[in-house]
């Protein structure tokens, strides 16, 4: 998964974290990718915390989908 900005000359990094679904609770597969650039920044800390407070792994984000299209 990429999370924010990767600059056309930056180094693609890979972050190994522990990503789980906020409602399920699922590990989900997987690293994150970004900028190493981008890495270093405060917006990246930010954006990172958002992430893993809001992430759906396909299965509950699918269930939310199929009820919210069914109201």
Known sequence: MILGKI???????????????????????????????????DEFKIELDEFMKNYLCGICRDKKRTKESKN
């Open 7 to 41: 600059l056309e000359n930056d180094k693609k990094i890979e972050l190994k974290i522990g990503i789980h679904c906020t409602k399920c609770g699922k590990q989900v597969p997987g690293g994150i990718k970004t900028g190493e650039k981008f890495s270093k920044t």
